[in-house]
């Protein structure tokens, strides 16, 4: 990748993002990525002298069950923003990828419409880690894209279990989609993942359809109207919409931009990024200093035989954690 030891390399690399150079762009995330100490250093510089020209994106994450048309819905959202002029980012968080060539090509063909387009800019989740790592270098990404001039980044989660808490956390408006024929999704319906919902967006909502979407829809607002809203100053909506014939997607758009002016003006927008960018630090703190047990063999190999008497009764988790710490030389 080449060396950037300097505080004069992080300097110009940083001038030639803020110009929206795609090329210098995509090597200061592959360093943001980077587990290599001084890149590590170089990164931290880099994000740093960036810090002022970001924060004035659009942050939107968006979830769904696997075959609800994430990728479509993103795709035709992205192509009608870039046709208004804005310039998309498309990030994603996804624990278990492991990144190859093969898994950005997979990303392109997903999104065939914005792989193409000059105005959108879509990066694949970093190489396979630990849900915080992965976040973290995600939320480091969304900066320098915002700093080279991208004002939608869209966040998909693609992974399971906290994935979803972690694209909440990173973002101003969540989006989650679902399908028509409520009936046996609601069942289904990860409580937590409604309540992190800004707005419930029901897709496929095109030919024999529609009716089961609208009846989706009713099903939805009944549900989310039991939660306690997440925002004092929203009430989630629940929209229809098909990624595949494009209706709907103007509206479901009108929505992300009306919630943001709600929450700019109450000032709880601000509220919100100042808590997230705290909740970073804080998380990237324990990734790094959890970073050597992953990595000392001794621990790794010990670790089976910990949990296992952990979870027997026959070491108390408290002597655990002094063996583990002892280990560690801490």
């Known amino acids: 990748m080449g060396s950037l030891s300097s505080s004069a390399d992080v300097g110009r690399l940083a001038r030639e993002i803020r110009t929206g150079d795609r090329s210098m762009l995509s090597r200061a995330i592959t360093l943001i990525?980077?587990?290599?100490?001084?890149?590590?250093?170089?990164?931290?510089?880099?994000?740093?002298?960036?810090?002022?020209?970001?924060?004035?994106?659009?942050?939107?994450?968006?979830t769904g069950a696997p075959g609800v048309g994430k990728s479509t819905t993103i795709d035709a959202l992205g192509t009608m923003l870039?046709?208004?002029?804005?310039?998309?980012?498309?990030?994603?968080?996804?624990?278990?990828?492991?990144?190859?060539?093969?898994?950005?090509?997979a990303d392109k063909t997903r999104m065939a419409h914005l792989a193409n387009d000059t105005n959108a800019f879509i990066r694949p989740s970093p190489a396979s880690g630990t849900l915080g790592g992965v976040a973290a270098k995600t939320r480091e990404t969304m900066l320098l894209c915002e700093a080279a001039g991208y004002d939608v980044v869209l966040?998909?989660?693609v992974?399971?279990?906290?994935?979803?808490?972690?694209?909440?956390?990173?973002?101003?408006?969540?989006?989650v989609l679902m399908l028509p024929g409520a009936g046996d999704e609601l069942q289904g319906l990860k409580k937590g993942v409604v309540e992190l919902a800004d707005m419930i967006a029901i897709n496929k909502a095109d030919g024999d359809n529609v009716i089961r979407a609208k009846s989706a829809a009713a099903e939805y607002r009944a549900a989310l109207h039991i939660l306690t809203p997440r925002s004092p100053n929203w009430l989630p909506p629940v929209v229809t919409y098909s990624a595949l014939t494009g209706d709907g997607i103007a509206a479901l758009w009108a929505e992300v931009l009306e919630h943001r002016e709600k929450l700019t003006a109450s000032g709880e927008l601000a509220a919100r990024r100042g808590e997230q960018q705290v909740k970073w630090m804080w998380e990237m703190l324990e990734e790094r200093l959890f970073?050597?047990?992953?990595?000392d063999r001794t621990f790794k190999a010990a670790l089976p035989r910990l949990e296992a008497d952990v979870a027997a009764g026959r070491l108390a988790p408290g002597a655990a954690v002094e063996e583990i710490a002892a280990m560690l030389g801490k």
């Open 33 to 62: 990525e980077s587990k290599r100490a001084d890149h590590r250093r170089s990164a931290v510089a880099l994000t740093q002298a960036l810090l002022g020209d970001t924060g004035k994106a659009v942050r939107v994450g968006i």
């Open 291 to 295: 970073a050597p047990l992953r990595s």
């Open 82 to 105: 870039t046709g208004g002029g804005r310039k998309v980012a498309v990030l994603a968080v996804d624990p278990s990828s492991r990144r190859t060539g093969g898994s950005i090509l």
């Open 155 to 157: 966040v998909e989660t």
């Open 159 to 175: 992974g399971v279990g906290q994935s979803e808490n972690a694209v909440s956390d990173m973002t101003d408006f969540f989006l």
